[in-house]
């Protein structure tokens, strides 16, 4: 991460997070769980920040996630949503809650270890969603092109070693 | 680009809903004449959701130690949270 983007991401924790944990102790949470909450809230703003048109100040957003979050922890039921206006612009992504699968798992240790260069260029393009150009630039490549023809070729490595744990998995 | 790099490419396409509306036909009628085809477009989606898992589990290091870097060096927002959940 940038050092800006880090400073940015530092104060908005810091003048969001105490609203939060006012929000989750009312609701009768602990600490640690204003914490995971919080922190599931911020990453999926983060992962839609690009695309959100939000009506509202960027704290009110984080406090209707928390809040969704939370009701969808402990009451799983829909009813019980909170009906602000934020909600509307609020959507948990569809694989956020699903975990890896099992022969997944050692894949992944295997991969944020192994091929580390790779991982962080797969995921400046398909996670933080840069465009080719900024990818280009973080990690110097000469062109989009061949920062391009590198995030295929590291994406056909994991998608190999994908396709090696299902036989492997098949197999067991 | 070699040929399992377009290969590549193109399932990124179809994945990433980028691909125009009549390539995209032709393209799931290839899928369901090749098997080859279609298990890679699988594993290539499955490397998808492998990359945002990891993305998240990064971030959550990172709030974790922005957290623990607030607590320690930030008297002020500790006492603020302490107060709160006392």
């Known amino acids: ?172 | 680009m070699r040929q399992l790099l377009h290969e590549v490419q193109e399932i990124d396409q179809y994945l990433l809903r980028k691909m125009p509306a009549g390539d995209k036909l032709v393209f799931e009628a290839r899928i369901l004449t090749d098997p080859q085809l279609e298990e890679n477009a699988n594993c290539q989606q499955q490397a998808h959701q492998l990359i945002r898992w990891l993305g998240r589990a990064k971030q959550r290091v990172t709030l974790h130690n922005i957290h623990h870097q607030l607590w320690q060096e930030d008297a002020a927002f500790k006492a603020e949270i302490t107060a709160i959940f006392k």
């Open chain 1, 1 to 172: 991460m940038q050092e800006k983007e880090a400073q940015g991401l530092t104060a908005l924790y810091r003048d969001t997070f105490p609203q939060v944990a006012r929000v989750v102790q009312q609701l009768g949470g602990d600490l640690e769980t204003a914490k995971d909450l919080f922190h599931d809230a911020l990453i999926i703003y983060l992962e839609k920040q690009q695309q959100l048109n939000v009506r509202t100040s960027v704290p009110a957003y984080l406090i209707g996630i928390t809040k969704i979050l939370w009701f969808r922890k402990f009451r799983n039921d829909s009813r019980q949503r909170p009906l602000d206006d934020v909600a509307d612009d609020i959507s948990i992504p569809e694989d956020f809650y699903t975990p890896p699968p099992e022969k997944n798992r050692t894949l992944l240790q295997h991969l944020q270890v192994a091929g580390k260069k790779c991982m962080q260029l797969l995921q400046a393009f398909y996670y933080r969603q840069l465009s080719m150009q900024e990818v280009a630039e973080t990690f110097g490549y000469k062109s989009t092109h061949s920062a391009t023809v590198q995030k295929y070729k590291c994406l056909e490595k994991v998608r190999e070693q994908i396709k090696q744990a299902n036989y492997e998995a098949a197999t067991t």
